[in-house]
């Protein structure tokens, strides 16, 4: 590979980390103020961070290479790679204790906005760890939401959303200028995330857990600073308030700021929307019944947690209001199929993706007609737009790759000692970016803690492969990848 191509790459990660540095300023000034001596973990980390990035950024400044694939797939990797380690050098050093590989677990689950933890004691913890926590999930899902809308579709690996809204009926791009774009994203973003947190104080949470759970809900990450999760606010209201928040962080983005910005309310008819809410209607009301029928559990009542997890599931938040295993196998069952779905691209949630799911159905149908029919011609749709082959052969394409290493992760965990019903879950919960898998060990009232080494490495790796959306991360193996 050209080596103009592999410093560009550095100089785009080092500016990163150096964000990176300054963000840890935030938690240092916390802990400072109430007096927790970790204030000094995260002002050396700043320190370090910032020096080692600014030399790199420094010693590779200039190196302008042509944006290409190739650059735009060792970008993405580089970039993820550089905020999980550098996210993780505070973990390390802070008073918890964590060993290098839980301080890893903890940065990459932040960062992915998986939120699996290896952290118990989360109530008692120091403040500015839990801010650290929450501000690695809420940059996260910034990056997530860029590398869905910006990047993914250039690549060819993602993204499709953009590629509908291109494709309009009226032919209109989004934005003439990408900074316009780019400042709709942040205001909207930031915006949500405030008045998320406004109305989880009002509701009964004190200010420093609204501005947690605020930032980890839009980012659909689901850390809490509680070890109950959302199970420590019992209010009806601020249930329903996260409820609402995680199901718009699992909208497109590009959708919601043509609605905004534009007032485009034609926006609103991307399939993958009507697809994602019917999911969470039909898996939410099937749910609320069998609590209903099988536990006697008043509807209202069963209908608000049910809906909780499902969307929380569903976005891959990952919050539990309470440990859903218990409420029997069909409940289960639901809530371990919804860990593949995810929500719709351009979002911060993980999974499979809804549009990939309309575009998978729409050529299960093609095919069947084509059975009755063999002469018809019958192009895949997605709404009123025809789906290029390109495009159906790579979501076919990600979808294998996503079961075969969902399979391979399960017998990676298995070897390490862990049952059958850990492994299973929690290879799907680490890919799909959701967080608490099934069973007493991992499952929603547990944490992954008691895991060994090589367990929590194999969900790392599991856990990047499915947010950069695997092909990103697989062509990197490929050896034509590194030639001239």
């Not at 109430?34 to 950024?57: H, K, R």
């Not at 774009?181 to 857990?209: E, H, K, Q, S």
């Amino acid at each position: 590979m050209h080596g103009h191509t592999i410093r560009s790459a550095v100089f785009i990660a080092s500016v990163a980390g150096l964000y990176i540095a300054v963000a840890m300023l935030a938690p240092a000034a916390l802990d400072y103020y109430y007096g927790n001596p970790d204030w000094q973990v995260f002002a050396v980390s700043s320190f370090v961070v910032g020096t080692v990035c600014l030399a790199a950024a420094a010693a590779n400044r200039g190196i302008n290479a042509p944006f290409s694939r190739r650059l735009g797939f060792l970008v993405v990797n580089l970039l993820w790679i550089t905020l999980s380690v550098t996210g993780a050098i505070p973990f390390y050093l802070a008073s918890l204790g964590l060993d290098m590989a839980d301080a890893l677990f903890e940065s990459v689950s932040a960062v992915t906005t998986t939120g699996a933890t290896v952290i118990a004691g989360l109530d008692s913890a120091p403040p500015g760890l839990l801010l650290w926590r929450s501000l690695l999930q809420w940059i996260g899902g910034i990056g997530i939401v860029a590398l869905g809308l910006l990047v993914l579709p250039y690549l060819k690996v993602g993204g499709f959303t953009v590629f509908k809204m291109e494709s309009s009926d009226t032919s209109e791009k989004p934005f003439e200028r990408f900074a316009v774009f780019v400042r709709a994203f942040f205001a909207i973003y930031i915006g949500l995330t405030i008045i998320c947190a406004i109305f989880y104080r009002v509701f009964g949470m004190t200010d420093f857990d609204a501005l947690n759970h605020a930032m980890t809900t839009m980012a659909t990450g689901g850390f809490s600073t509680h070890d109950a999760s959302f199970g420590a606010f019992q209010s009806p209201a601020l249930i329903w308030t996260a409820t609402i928040f995680m199901s718009i962080a699992g909208l497109p983005f590009s959708v919601l700021i043509l609605f905004v910005v534009r007032g485009r309310w034609d926006a609103l008819r991307d399939p993958q929307i009507y697809a994602y809410g019917s999911i969470l209607l039909v898996l939410s009301v099937l749910i609320a019944l069998s609590l209903r029928l099988t536990q006697g559990e008043v509807f209202g009542v069963a209908l608000t947690h049910a809906t909780f997890n499902v969307v929380s599931v569903v976005t891959t938040t990952g919050y539990a209001s309470t440990d859903y295993t218990l409420w029997g196998p069909l409940a289960v069952a639901v809530l371990f199929m919804a860990t593949f779905l995810g929500g719709c691209s351009g979002s911060t949630s993980g999974g499979i993706k809804t549009y990939r799911l309309v575009i998978i159905a729409s050529s299960v149908r093609t095919g069947l007609m084509r059975l009755i029919y063999p002469n018809s011609v019958r192009p895949v749709r997605y709404g009123s737009i025809a789906v290029e082959p390109d495009m159906q052969r790579t979501v076919f394409l990600f979808v294998c790759a996503y079961v075969g290493i969902w399979v391979l992760g399960t017998v990676a965990l298995a070897a390490t000692g862990l049952d059958i019903e850990t492994a299973i879950s929690g290879s799907i919960t680490a890919l799909a970016n959701v967080g608490p898998g099934i069973g007493p060990i991992i499952g929603p009232a547990g944490n992954f803690s008691s895991l060994g080494d090589p367990a929590k490495i194999i969900l790392v790796s599991l856990m990047l492969l499915g947010r950069l959306e695997i092909l990103a991360v697989l062509v990197l193996l490929l050896p034509a990848f590194w030639r001239d």
